[in-house]
């Protein structure tokens, strides 16, 4: 026949339905984690409050166990705390801390000649992200 099922028509509006609504609630909570990242960014007291938790942790187990989730490098972890430590110390708004974020991840991802230990790492980075 000419005309489509409507099972089939209602099955494929209800899937488009529920992309939609992933894809809304996904930037819903970017938008509200961006706004909460905002305020934290603009308050001097939760940076100070920042700082000071960071100095009573154990930065090394914390990096330790952090290379080894990643599989990154010991030295590349260990530079990312070195930069987050200098951001808490000079604060410098969403804008430049989303940037550094983009540059951790570009890091994290370049091809260092082995791309088959780079796509383990990928997966291993997406599986932890769910």
């Given at each position: ?27 819903m ?16 007291s ?65 091809v ?10 990928t ?8």
């Amino acid at each position: 026949s000419k005309y489509p099922d409507l099972e089939e028509f209602f099955a494929s509006k209800n899937r488009a339905t529920a992309i939609l609504i992933q894809v809304m609630k996904r930037r819903m909570s970017l938008n509200n984690m961006a706004q909460a990242g905002l305020r934290l960014l603009q308050s001097g007291s939760q940076i100070d409050q920042m700082r000071q938790d960071l100095q009573r942790i154990n930065c090394r187990g914390i990096i330790h166990d952090a290379a080894w989730v990643t599989n990154c490098p010991h030295s590349f972890v260990t530079q990312v705390f070195e930069e987050f430590s200098q951001f808490l110390e000079v604060p410098r708004g969403l804008s430049r801390a989303s940037q550094w974020l983009l540059s951790i991840v570009d890091r994290a991802l370049e091809v260092d000649g082995d791309e088959q230990q780079v796509s383990k790492r990928t997966r291993a980075r997406m599986l932890l992200s769910h």
